[in-house]
């Protein structure tokens, strides 16, 4: 079944409950009547019943689908009308108690039909023909019937009205609701394409990383490749030489030594193969092996630059950033921190350090080093987006910026400081993964 047809069968419930509650309603006053005149009369039990059992089929035949939704007020109207005629008749005409009851036809005939105002119209002119038929029966005035007509008149076009009313509040609603169905389809687009500008944004700092990284890579694949290389002529020439005596413990250690040269090299290849890869991001991070990894991608920057120290405390915990983010913020700070010192002048020897230590609730990671410093109007907007104090082609204004954003998501936080010895600090803190962030350690960050 389809979502309209099943959207159809529902409606057409909802009609046949309608009219069986308004036969049940009218079976209720046949009853109190009965009891309030202290007899049933045969005409108007007759009348009472025709009335109920014409709803009940009504309701019926609407529930079945023989009889149209939108056109089930065109049958209620005319019963209704006839059989209220009736019965007011049989009770006194105009002076019986259920004379109002007229007035109620045109307002019940909108409830039950909201689409279309055909049938209230209908309904409003039936109703003004009964008060007539009432009127002329009971041999009243034509002053009388005048008033009566006005009166029902004016009752009429109030039930015109509001009907229309309800309409147009109903279509009103029916577009506002459209409307926000389309707002929010738009805002789930924006927000599709935001993140999707988010990691492409990601991406190109990252990228931008590697190709700062890029231009060390031939120095740092060169050397060991060099002594790889010398070796292996080395082994080939005393592999040629016929008779000559073997070194085995000379050759064991030239074996070694390529094996190393090699091994600098594959980790070389895999550090930037692995940072320049796009992976699922985790939920968890090991800083001292991120730590590591930072600082073997930066080698490659470094080169003769100077030298990056490390001070870690064991057995640190598990944090809540992801280990590619984690290795990336990372590298971001000690690329800053080599660009700082290349940039000094005095020229220098860079002295980088890199400090993790485990506090409660987390992790704490210094970068720190003996360039120039920060100047004052740069450090409050350091962590702005395209903010960047570096030359065209080697800033994107992008790393540190991400790097805050990354720290904050998980609750953690990044901030940028002058050593009063010189040169420049960042601090990161970041919470254990599995706990929640204990505000003492947030505050000793």
């Excluded at 609407?62 to 059989?83: C, D, N, T």
């Excluded at 796009?278 to 920057?301: C, F, K, P, W």
Aim: proline letters at 5%; hydrophobic letters at 45%; glycine letters at 10%.
């Amino acid at each position: 079944m389809t979502a309209d047809a099943s959207g159809m069968q529902a409606l057409r419930g909802v009609k046949r409950k309608n009219y069986f509650v308004c036969a049940a309603l009218l079976f209720g006053g046949f009853i109190a009547h009965g009891l309030l005149v202290g007899a049933f009369a045969p005409a108007i039990v007759l009348a009472y019943v025709g009335w109920i059992s014409s709803f009940l089929g009504i309701g019926g035949a609407v529930g079945a689908g023989w009889i149209a939704v939108k056109s089930a007020g065109m049958w209620s109207g005319p019963v209704s009308l006839v059989a209220a005629t009736v019965l007011i008749h049989l009770t006194g005409g105009p002076l019986s108690p259920c004379f109002p009851m007229l007035s109620a036809i045109p307002f019940a005939i909108a409830i039950f039909t909201p689409d279309t105002r055909v049938p209230t119209v209908l309904a409003c002119v039936g109703m003004l023909g009964a008060v007539l038929v009432l009127d002329v029966l009971a041999g009243l005035p034509p002053r009388e019937l005048l008033a009566h007509g006005t009166c029902f008149g004016l009752i009429g076009a109030i039930a015109i009205a509001g009907a229309q009313t309800y309409r147009r509040m109903r279509d009103a609603e029916k577009t506002a609701r459209q409307e926000r169905l389309v707002a929010l389809d738009q805002l789930s687009e924006s927000e599709r394409r935001r993140l999707k500008a988010e990691r492409e944004r990601a991406e190109v700092d990252r990228l931008v990383l590697v190709g700062q990284l890029a231009a060390g890579v031939a120095h740092e694949v060169n050397n060991p490749l060099a002594f790889v290389k010398s070796n292996l002529c080395f082994l080939e020439r005393e592999l040629r030489t016929e008779g000559g005596p073997l070194d085995v413990g000379e050759l064991r250690d030239v074996v070694a030594e390529t094996q190393d040269g090699v091994l600098r090299i594959q980790q070389i290849v895999m550090d930037l193969r692995r940072f320049s890869r796009e992976l699922d991001e985790g939920d968890e991070g090991q800083a001292e092996d991120a730590i590591h990894e930072a600082r073997r991608l930066a080698s490659v920057r470094l080169r003769g630059l100077g030298d990056v120290t490390l001070e870690i405390d064991a057995e640190l915990p598990l944090v809540r950033l992801g280990q590619r983010h984690l290795v990336q913020v990372l590298l971001n700070l000690l690329v800053n921190a080599a660009d700082a010192v290349e940039d000094a002048e005095p020229a220098r020897r860079a002295a980088i350090a890199v400090r993790a230590r485990k506090l409660e609730g987390g992790v704490r990671l210094e970068v720190e080093d003996n360039g120039p410093g920060i100047p004052q109007h740069v450090l409050a907007r350091l962590f702005e987006p395209f903010f960047t104090t570096k030359p065209p082609g080697k800033g994107t204004g992008l790393g540190l910026a991400l790097c805050r954003e990354y720290v904050s998501r998980v609750e953690g936080s990044l901030h940028a400081e002058n050593r009063s010895e010189g040169g420049a600090r960042f601090v990161m803190w970041l919470p254990a993964a599995g706990e929640p962030v204990s505000a003492s350690a947030s505050a000793a960050a």
